[in-house]
């Protein structure tokens, strides 16, 4: 309470004509000022509380509210002040730092890593494309060996096991397989078509996801994914140009048709894995730890990508100590860019992280004219267009609802 040095005393008559008598401590360094006093109210074994203003000087008290009572019966009313705002000012303290720890130091800290992984994938994809003489598969084998040597550590210091919990292996298992084939598949489409035409395509899975969702999650579906749907399709068309749509005669496409056909397939498909991957991590929530979650599609993608090179006969050393390293860096580009993914979709919104993320589509086409001089054709930007409209409408789409229901 600290060390006072004077007390006011005042006594007056209360309805009834019961004495009332007021101690209020005060320090030294107060004045005469008003304070806020608790009146405890004794009443036949209850005990009621109401508010009485006291004056510094001793004057008279207001009592505010009276509890009603027979007549007569006795009653004594002592008040009892302490002018101390140390615990109020303590507690106030601590609510403030504790809501200054919730945010990010860097108000827009969860948009940079999100555009920071943007920029770590659309490398790794460059490198792909860079790459010769070593089949998309094994490339992709690369890269889940390292996620796997990375992802062991925490899984030991976080004790999660490396099976899971018993009725959520199933959905690890299928999102390991669909995850590591999605990846395969867009490695493939970057070997067969133009780098940006293969992210663009792929990066369609958000659509893909809402409807999955509503058939399996029983998610509410709107007019508005419908819209999005058509968007998506058309971008694909778009960039696809069917020959019984387009004509046999066709400009920009980058060698073979019958390439290009098999990368919008691949990537197509690549973006329905994904989608189904993204709608399995839903259905399972909080109730499996992360780490269990790339343990999974590592495991199960190297297996994947082993039994498929062993049946094709495509393992192949590179020769070129270029090479090798390219694949360290593919590896280990993708581990830093689901890290920085992660940690942005920790400390921001999902809405604002999946608009960041169309910068991947942005980057293809930068990074295509840069390092691979190859200039997109417009129908290659028009298909874009069409595919970051529809993902983007959907991402906003998203955030709005759930600003909505917070408010």
């Not at 290009?260 to 189904?276: D, L, M, P, Q």
């Not at 780490?291 to 993608?301: D, E, F, H, M, Q």
């Not at 993914?341 to 840069?370: C, H, N, S």
């Amino acid at each position: 309470m600290g060390d006072f040095r004077r007390r006011s005393v005042s006594v007056s008559e209360a309805a009834g004509g019961d004495p009332v008598v007021s101690v209020v401590p005060c320090r030294e360094e107060e004045d005469e000022e008003d304070v806020e006093a608790v009146v405890l109210v004794r009443q036949a074994g209850e005990v009621e509380a109401s508010g009485v203003t006291e004056n510094g000087d001793g004057g008279d008290g207001t009592r505010r509210s009276q509890p009603s009572r027979p007549v007569g019966s006795p009653r004594r009313i002592f008040s009892l002040s302490c002018c101390c705002g140390e615990e109020e000012d303590a507690e106030r303290q601590a609510e403030e730092e504790e809501e200054a720890e919730k945010k990010p130091a860097c108000p827009g800290l969860g948009l940079l890593y999100s555009l920071l992984a943007s920029v770590f994938f659309s490398v790794a994809a460059l490198l792909v494309k860079k790459i010769e003489g070593v089949h998309a598969v094994e490339i992709s084998a690369i890269r889940c060996l390292f996620q796997m040597l990375f992802v062991i550590p925490p899984m030991i210091y976080y004790k999660t096991g490396f099976l899971g919990p018993r009725g959520m292996r199933v959905y690890l298992f299928l999102r390991g397989v669909l995850g590591s084939s999605a990846m395969i598949l867009l490695y493939y489409a970057v070997f067969q078509m133009p780098l940006a035409d293969a992210t663009v395509i792929m990066f369609s899975n958000p659509v893909f996801t809402a409807l999955l969702a509503w058939v399996f999650l029983k998610e509410r579906c709107t007019i508005w994914d419908v819209i999005f749907t058509v968007f998506t399709l058309t971008g694909v068309i778009l960039i696809a140009r069917p020959p019984f749509m387009f004509g046999r005669e066709l400009s920009g496409i980058e060698g073979e048709y019958t390439n290009h056909i098999k990368g919008t397939v691949a990537a197509f498909s690549g973006a329905i894995g994904a989608a189904c991957t993204m709608v399995i991590l839903r259905k399972m929530g909080k109730n499996v730890h992360y780490c269990l979650s790339v343990w999974y599609y590592a495991t199960l993608g190297l297996i994947e990508c082993v039994v498929a090179l062993f049946v094709m006969d495509e393992w192949t050393m590179p020769s070129c100590g270029w090479d090798r390293w390219t694949l360290i860096s593919i590896g280990l580009l993708g581990i830093v860019g689901q890290i920085f993914l992660t940690k942005a979709l920790q400390i921001e919104k999902a809405g604002p992280v999946a608009l960041m993320r169309t910068m991947d589509v942005v980057l293809a086409f930068v990074l295509q004219f840069l390092f691979l001089n190859r200039k997109p054709t417009w129908w290659s930007v028009g298909g874009a267009l069409c595919v970051i409209s529809s993902t983007s409408g959907v991402a906003l789409r998203k955030w709005y609802n759930s600003t909505r229901q917070k408010t």
